[in-house]
Structures are given as structure tokens and as C-alpha cells.
């Protein structure tokens, strides 16, 4: 084995297409696309990218993940250039192994796209819940590659008193690892229940709370901005939000909200990424409405949809109301102004966050989706379900209760809808009412 470099920011990247471009859920992809992200992703990080070379697989191999002359022709190019490449970097997620095996063969460090995400995300993490995120989606990728790729800590440890039977590095290592996870998560749980707090205290006080969601590089931070005249950081680079960031918004009208920011969604997004930031993409799946922030601009805008979906209903936040926002009017030429449904309901916006165009337009939008109307009818609580009942009783919401013969009752309820929606999402029940007593089953479920 060679001698990895601690730093370096020349990149060389190497972008493979698998199966004729089709993604790893088979549905067709845009290489060319793939290719341009991946070269903004190596830039912001902060690398500079001294080239890209291309490939087309039908399928990855076990070793090397692509050919052996792709190798040659990699080792050529790295050789060709006056100053070395600190690191070769792959467009698609490597086994330890196949990173190993490369470096071996080329002599120079290798990292895949997830560690390229990992990276960013590092640079971009400001609060202590943002590095302790970060932290966690690092040791646990980590630990991949401590089991499978790291011969040399197999060894046991050497030197007087230590020779013989005992624990070797590569054990040591994992232990430590193992160790510094747990306290981590026990941070992470710490900082969820007070998130979960200050999300009850919000729906006690009846404030519905919007997030911005959308794919990263949209223009979240910079509609957030304009909105709330808050002074985040907003770039034309990917992952410029990290950080959750929550402000109070009024809307015209007298409606007021709690208004997040949230980290951009991307096409595969490692899953060690999502399960570290589940405490904070909690707030996209207790939100009363996303607002679906999409690139006007970007020919690619529906597979960002698409790809933005998936990762919503990875974390249970795809039956939460959306408002699409199509945002960059600027550049793509559209004028501002929202689209309803045949039924007359606003379903999308179209804004620049940038000059302010259809700003007002969606003020209005948001406020008529969060003012639906009420809900009122008849609702069954079983006995077990003191805090739900409890619940609908401080907010003012039963006009009428009436007591089964098994301790359950039948409440009469009158409130606003979403906040009745986002009850029945916390308490898992139907979001639907009867008109008639009498179709409520008596005492309760």
C-alpha cells in the first residue's frame, strides 16, 4: 500500500454510466446531467477539478468497479499531468474493497461520491447539531471501511508488552469507533426531544409550520430570505444550507407561521446522511405543508421532482400537503402567478426569489392552503387515549362529548383543519369526521 495524502484539492474525476445510463432503480437517467452535478458536487467542495473521464458499463465489476483498460487510461492520465492528483474521485458509490484495489493499482487516494457528499456536508455544518449530524454519518461510513478495507489494522499490536494474544488494531479501532457513536446518538437523542418540544409548544399554540423542501441548489435559502427578510446563508452552490433555520412569518391576513429551512434533497442521497439528519428532517414530516421548491430553469426540474419525492416518502413525509414553488422565473422566462386544479385549489407558484416577482402571489397561496376551512363532526376516543382527548381539549376544539359504556367516548369536534390534521398525523388516527353520532362506534375503538 502507498502513503494516502491527509490533503489535497486537485481532483480528477471519473463519472461511470451504468447500465445505458439507467439509474439503480432502473428508471433512465440523463448522463450528461449526472455528469454536470457530479462536476458541481467535486467544486463545492472546494476541489479543483483538473478533469473528468468517462465510462459505460453495462455492469460494475467486483474488483476494480470498472475494466482494466479504463485503468491503463487512468493511469496514463494521471501520469500525463505536471502537477500531481491529490485524489481520484468516482460518480458512483465504491465498496471498500474496489476503493482499495484502485488505489493499490493507481497509487493515488480514491473516494466515491457518498465521501464527496460526507466532505461537503462537513465544510457546510455550523451549529452543534450539524456536526454532531456530520459526525455521525462520517464514523458509521467509516465503519465500512475500518471491517473491509483496511488490511494493514489487522496486524496485532507490536512492541514490548504487547506481543502476542490480545486485541488487535483493527478491533481497538472499531471499539473506539463504536464508542464514540453511541455517545453521539445519545447527544442526537437529547437534541430531538427538545425539537419535539418546541414542535408541541407550536401546536399548542395553534402556529402551523411550513417547510421548504426541494432538490439542493434550488433557491430554498433565497426564497426563505425573501420571505422572512432573514439573512441566512443562500449560494449558487450545492448543500449551501445545512442547518435547519426557523423563522416566525406573517402572512396577509393575519396568518402566521413558523417558516424552515431545510438541507436540499440530491439524487441517492447516502443513506448514512439520512439516518444522522433524521432528527432534523423530522421537521419536513411534522410540517403542516411543504412548499416544493423547484428550479424553473433546470431542464432536469422533473426528475428533480421526482428525486425529491423519493427521499420525502423515505422519511414518512410524502402524505404531508405540497405547494410546488417553481422558483428562477428569471432565467427561464415564465411569468409570476399561481396554477390551481379544476377544483379551484392553488396546487403551484411560479416566483424568483431573487427580484421578488410573485412573492405576494404566494403569500396569498400559502395562507389559502393553510385556511381551508374546519373541520367539525363526530370522533371516537377509546379509553387509552387520554391524551388525545385531552389534546382536543385544550384547543378548545369538543363542542360536545358523549360517554360509552366501556370508559371510551364520542367527542363532537370544531377546529381548524390543518391543525386537526396535524393531531390525527401525531396521534395516528383519521383525519376524517362523521356527520352522524350514530355512524361513530360508542365507546370508543
Not at 130 to 152: C, D, I, N, P, Y
Request: with cysteine; charged share 30%; proline share 3%.
Amino acid at each position: 500500500m502507498f502513503d494516502r495524502p491527509d490533503t489535497g484539492h486537485r481532483a480528477l474525476l471519473v463519472h461511470v454510466a451504468i447500465q445505458q445510463g439507467r439509474g439503480q432503480d432502473g428508471t433512465p437517467t440523463d448522463i450528461d446531467a449526472d455528469r454536470a452535478e457530479f462536476v458541481e458536487l467535486g467544486r463545492s467542495a472546494g476541489l479543483e477539478v483538473v478533469d473528468l473521464i468517462t465510462a459505460t458499463r453495462q455492469r460494475p465489476t467486483a474488483r476494480h468497479f470498472i475494466g482494466t483498460g479504463k485503468i491503463e487510461e487512468l493511469r496514463t492520465a494521471l501520469q500525463a499531468f505536471d502537477e500531481p492528483v491529490d485524489v481520484l474521485l468516482f460518480g458512483q458509490r465504491l465498496s471498500p474493497s474496489q476503493e482499495r484495489n484502485l488505489e493499490a493499482e493507481l497509487k493515488v487516494r480514491v473516494l466515491d461520491r457518498n465521501s464527496l457528499i460526507l466532505d461537503i456536508f462537513a465544510q457546510r455544518a455550523r451549529t452543534f447539531e450539524g456536526k454532531l449530524q456530520v459526525e455521525l454519518a462520517q464514523l458509521v461510513h467509516l465503519s465500512t471501511r475500518l471491517v473491509r478495507g483496511w488490511t494493514h489494522l489487522e496486524r496485532q499490536k507490536g512492541g514490548i508488552g504487547l506481543r502476542g494474544p490480545g486485541e488487535t488494531q483493527l478491533e481497538t479501532d472499531r471499539r473506539l469507533l463504536g464508542e464514540r457513536v453511541r455517545v453521539i446518538r445519545k447527544r442526537l437523542e437529547k437534541v430531538r426531544r427538545q425539537r419535539e418540544q418546541g414542535r408541541s409548544q407550536r401546536g399548542k399554540s395553534g402556529i402551523a409550520t411550513v417547510a421548504l423542501v426541494g432538490y439542493t441548489n434550488a433557491g430554498k435559502s433565497t426564497l426563505f430570505n425573501r420571505l422572512t427578510d432573514a439573512r441566512i446563508y443562500a449560494a449558487d452552490q450545492l448543500f449551501a444550507t445545512l442547518d435547519p433555520t426557523l423563522r416566525r412569518l406573517d402572512l396577509p391576513g393575519g396568518t402566521s407561521l413558523v417558516l424552515a429551512d431545510t438541507v436540499g434533497f440530491i439524487r441517492d442521497l447516502p443513506h448514512e446522511l439520512v439516518e444522522a439528519f433524521r432528527s432534523t428532517l423530522i421537521e419536513t414530516r411534522e410540517a403542516d405543508l411543504l412548499l416544493h421548491v423547484v428550479d424553473d430553469s433546470d431542464d432536469e426540474r422533473e426528475q428533480r421532482r421526482d428525486d425529491v419525492d423519493r427521499v420525502l416518502l423515505g422519511i414518512g413525509a410524502d402524505e404531508v400537503p405540497q405547494l410546488m414553488v417553481f422558483n428562477k422565473i428569471d432565467r427561464s422566462g415564465r411569468d409570476p402567478g399561481v396554477d390551481r386544479e379544476d377544483t379551484g385549489r392553488v396546487k403551484a407558484a411560479r416566483v424568483s426569489a431573487l427580484d421578488g416577482a410573485g412573492i405576494e402571489a404566494l403569500a396569498e397561496a400559502i395562507t389559502e392552503r393553510l385556511s381551508l376551512g374546519r373541520s367539525s363532526g363526530w370522533l371516537s376516543v377509546a379509553p387509552s387515549d387520554g391524551r388525545l382527548r385531552a389534546r382536543l381539549f385544550s384547543a378548545d376544539a369538543v363542542l360536545e362529548e358523549r360517554f360509552g359504556d366501556n370508559g371510551g367516548s364520542c367527542l363532537k369536534i370544531d377546529m381548524d383543519s390543518v391543525e386537526f390534521a396535524r393531531i390525527a398525523r401525531e396521534h395516528r388516527i383519521s383525519d376524517t369526521l362523521e356527520d352522524d353520532p350514530a355512524l361513530v362506534q360508542s365507546g370508543g375503538t
